[in-house]
């Protein structure tokens, strides 16, 4: 596949899907729409000391969506919300501005490289993060 932003590394990301499912107790849950487009993902979060100690993501979505939920799936764990904030202020900043993806080891979101110059799938790749940002915000 050519296209730029269906690359092979995210369909890779997408197809490993690291953190697929729900979590049997989770402590929140968030659950982001994409009106554009119907894409919807929840997550689960197992926190404690309001880090993240588990994470699960069940997604209705496309790929771009899939493989940004799969990063998070593999390495938010420890994570706060003030930290997811940064990530994702940091990913919009990629998409948008300078290209620069974050630090390690989310510096795999520099494989959303072909999405920068497609606004209107800027908002695919950040959802996995505004549903982790919504679980906290909605913690039980």
């Known amino acids: 596949m050519s296209d730029p ?3 092979k590394p995210l369909l ?4 490993d899907a690291a953190g697929a499912g729900r979590l049997e107790e ?3 849950t968030g659950t982001v729409r994409n009106p554009a487009c119907g894409d919807s993902i929840t997550i689960d979060l197992a926190l ?3 880090r993240i100690t588990g994470i699960a993501f069940e997604t209705k979505a496309c790929v771009l ?14 994570l706060n ?5 940064c990530l994702r202020d ?3 900043k990629m998409l948008t501005n300078d290209g620069n993806p974050p630090p390690a080891p989310f510096n795999t979101y520099h494989h959303f490289d072909g999405v920068c110059g497609h606004k209107s799938r800027h908002r695919c790749v950040l959802l996995p993060l505004e549903a982790v940002l919504a679980a906290f915000d909605q913690r039980k």
Not at 65 to 78: F, Y
């Open 90 to 92: 940091a990913v919009v």
């Open 26 to 28: 989770p402590h929140a």
């Open 5 to 7: 932003l269906y690359k």
């Open 81 to 85: 919300r003030d930290e997811i904030a």
């Open 65 to 78: 969506v899939q493989a940004s939920a799969s990063i998070l799936g593999a390495d938010a764990t420890g």
């Open 48 to 50: 404690e000391d309001d």
């Open 12 to 15: 890779r990301l997408a197809a």
